[in-house]
T-cell receptor
């Protein structure tokens, strides 16, 4: 199994909703990442988990809350989002610790905030 | 901070070679990466090069690195319509964060 699986693929939510994005990998990777990608732009790093501990938080607003329940799962909890948060949210994992650029990406969750 | 720049668009005919160029500013880079993103999909690591190498070849892909000029290129031989995608050059900065270029849209005309 060489995949990073993200659910849901599409999500539409209002500004008062609470929702979560889920990411799963069964490759035994110990580093997991959340990226945000706006249309026609490169991905922007949000969070990095290494061995289930948050190691990088790129000053992301608190309306985004990451969680790593175990080494295979990564969640991104969403609350009180703004329309400008609409984007493709990409999860990635790496077999190495975080000092690497060899990342395996999921297909992304496309989020629309109304 | 680290900056990575790419040309934004490249159009080639099927069967021709494509060359996508990238420049970076971090002189301490150890690895440089090329990622591909097809429409509606995530990123896929295509190849990478270690900074003490000048060239790396992997089937139809050739990566050239000019460390003196901080210039990286990706050559795709015999470009196919399936190669149409966005190609991102990326560098790992001192904080272990992957810095992406803006991406080059490759359009392959049949």
């Amino acid at each position: 199994d060489t995949e990073v699986t993200q659910t849901p693929k599409h999500l539409v939510m209002g500004m008062t909703n609470k929702k979560s994005l889920k990411c799963e990998q069964h490759m035994g990777h110990r580093a997991m990442y959340w990226y945000k990608q706006k249309a026609k732009k490169p991905p922007e790093l949000m969070f990095v988990y290494s061995y289930e501990k948050l190691s990088i938080n790129e000053s992301v607003p608190s309306r985004f809350s990451p969680e790593c329940p175990n080494s295979s799962l990564l969640n991104l909890h969403l609350h009180a989002l703004q329309p400008e948060d609409s984007a493709l949210y990409l999860c990635a994992s790496s077999p190495f610790e975080t000092d690497t650029g060899e990342l395996f990406f999921g297909e992304g969750s496309r989020l629309t905030v109304l | 901070g680290e900056d990575v720049e790419q040309s934004l668009f490249l159009s080639v005919r099927e069967g021709d070679s494509s060359v996508i160029n990238c420049t970076y500013t971090d002189s301490s880079s150890t690895y440089l990466y090329w990622y591909k993103q097809e429409p509606g999909a995530g990123l896929q690591l295509l190849t990478y090069i270690f900074s003490n190498m000048d060239m790396k070849q992997d089937q139809r892909l050739t990566v050239l690195l000019n460390k003196k000029d901080k210039h990286l290129s990706l050559r795709i031989a015999d470009t196919q319509t399936g190669d149409s995608a966005i190609y991102f050059c990326a560098d790992l900065d001192g904080g272990n964060k992957l810095v992406f270029g803006a991406g080059t849209i490759l359009r392959v005309k049949s």
